[in-house]
């Protein structure tokens, strides 16, 4: 149980082009999920909460207009890198908490490289 | 803000021997502490968490111990074994609510 996919696992593109990230709970409802960004032998850092139904609550410094989220569903959330540039190119991973739960079950991460 | 920090930054042990990694946090209102395992290109893998009305917990060879007054924990693993050696990241819930502070993770080699 407590299954997270995020598809796609790893994505190269253009400089200036935008690409979408899908977070989704497999076999439990997932309230809120959250998105992290990891830096080559580095910790998980926090981008954004994302909460289903609601606007997604952005960590300082991140740009909430560059890192796009949607919650649709309880379980499904998105991540959309918009203008992407290769400062942007990073490990993201999704994590998601079954309702009223403490507890994070990661997805597999997506790997982005930016030309 | 919570701040999380961790020790040692690395750490070898033989196998068969123990292994204690600490992680300390700033935040009183914190009340959820999970300890994550992350092998190389994986995602994290939660191993043991413990909540603030307790002191201890246990799961075959690891333990989790937990000083609310100290404000620190540590993760314990015993007997330790080659397929233990990854990245061990300790969190605290922010402000008790469901957003994680990670610690900057400690990379345990278990040298057969």
């Known amino acids: 149980g407590a299954v997270v996919s995020q598809h796609p696992s790893w994505v190269i593109c253009k400089s200036g082009t935008s690409v979408k990230i899908e977070c989704r709970s497999l076999?439990?409802?997932?309230?809120?999920m959250f998105w992290y960004r990891q830096f080559p032998k580095q910790s998980l850092m926090l981008m954004a909460t994302?909460?289903?139904?609601?606007?997604?609550?952005?960590e300082q410094g991140v740009e909430k207009d560059k890192f796009l989220i949607n919650h649709a569903s309880l379980t499904l959330s998105t991540l959309t890198v918009t203008s992407a540039h290769p400062e942007d190119s990073s490990f993201y991973i999704c994590s998601a908490s079954p309702s009223g739960s403490y507890e994070q079950f990661f997805g597999p991460g997506t790997r982005l490289t930016v030309l | 803000g919570e701040n999380v920090e961790q020790h040692p930054s690395t750490l070898s042990v033989q196998e068969g021997d123990s292994a204690v990694i600490k992680c300390t946090y700033s935040?009183?209102?914190?009340?959820?502490f999970p300890w994550y395992k992350q092998e190389l290109g994986k995602r994290p893998q939660l191993i043991i968490d413990i909540r603030s009305n307790v002191g201890e917990k246990k799961d075959q060879r690891i333990a989790v111990t937990l000083n609310k007054t100290a404000k620190h924990f540590s993760l314990h693993i015993t007997e330790t074994q080659p397929e233990d050696s990854a990245v061990y990241f300790c969190a605290a819930s922010l402000g008790g609510g469901q957003n994680f502070v990670f610690g900057p993770g400690t990379r345990l080699s278990v040298l057969p």
């Open positions: 935040d009183s209102a914190s009340n959820y």
């Open positions: 994302s909460n289903e139904g609601s606007k997604a609550t952005y």
């Open positions: 076999d439990f409802q997932a309230t809120t």
